[in-house]
T-cell receptor, first 110, second 112 residues
Framework: AQSVAQPEDQVNVAEGNPLTVKCTYS??????LFWYVQYPNRGLQFLLK??????LVKGSYGFEAEFNKSQTSFHLKKPSALVSDSALYFC????????FGAGTRLTVKP | NAGVTQTPKFQVLKTGQSMTLQCAQD?????MYWYRQDPGMGLRLIYY???????DKGEVPNGYNVSRLNKREFSLRLESAAPSQTSVYFC???????????FGPGTRLTVT
């Protein structure tokens, strides 16, 4: 079974609107969860992580993510999207080693 | 601090040729990783090294070998390149406590 899934290949939002990029996971025990961002022709950059504690995790560039154990989800959110947020976003879970989702391309239109 | 560096940035090989992708980190982390990125498939782990002197297979190790030369350097070798190995290759190092990974800029490899 896939350890981490990103159900949307593409998310489009207007600048200034809230954005959500979805992620679900399927590992046993307490998961280590991550979000990374990739800009064109660059390596992945770490955004935020959940290990334990508060279910709402704050990260870089105004992003946050909500851990929901009952729904096995870890959705990435931002209250007000910027055009510069347009990039490829990867959810990841540590399951032996770190496993990455297929990625979601976020496009923020002016 | 350069973080994680990779060479070369681009490479074109003919089927059957060999090459080594180089990776170095100055972040003093024990763990290092090699991934390949293909469209629609995210990142897939090829090999990793939990510490100097150890290496282990990941999800897609066939056709590749690795060497952990010292704490800083972790190289990936293709002995006989195949078109299926056309991909973008990323090296990463990882913190020991919280498992955050830091990536190099990647090597874009084309095998014709």
């Amino acid at each position: 079974a896939q350890s981490v899934a990103q159900p949307e290949d593409q998310v489009n939002v207007a600048e200034g609107n809230p954005l959500t990029v979805k992620c679900t996971y399927s590992v046993s025990g307490n998961p280590y969860l991550f979000w990374y961002v990739q800009y064109p022709n660059r390596g992945l950059q770490f955004l935020l992580k959940y290990i334990t504690g508060d279910n709402l995790v704050k990260g870089s560039y105004g992003f946050e993510a909500e851990f929901n154990k009952s729904q096995t989800s870890f959705h990435l959110k931002k209250p007000s999207a910027l055009v510069s947020d347009s990039a490829l976003y990867f959810c990841a879970v540590r399951d032996g080693w770190t496993r990455f989702g297929a990625g979601t391309r976020l496009t923020v239109k002016p | 601090n350069a973080g994680v560096t990779q060479t070369p940035k681009f490479q074109v090989l003919k089927t059957g040729q060999s090459m080594t992708l180089q990776c170095a980190q100055d972040m003093n982390h024990n763990s290092m990783y090699w991934y390949r990125q293909d469209p629609g498939m995210g990142l897939r782990l090829i090999y990793y090294s939990a510490s100097e002197g150890t290496t282990d297979k990941g999800e897609v190790p066939n056709g590749y070998n690795v060497s952990r030369l010292n704490k800083r350097e972790f190289s990936l070798r293709l002995e006989s390149a195949a078109p299926s190995q056309t991909s973008v290759y990323f090296c990463a190092c990882q913190t020991s406590d919280s498992y955050e990974q830091y990536f190099g800029p990647g090597t874009r490899l084309t095998v014709t």
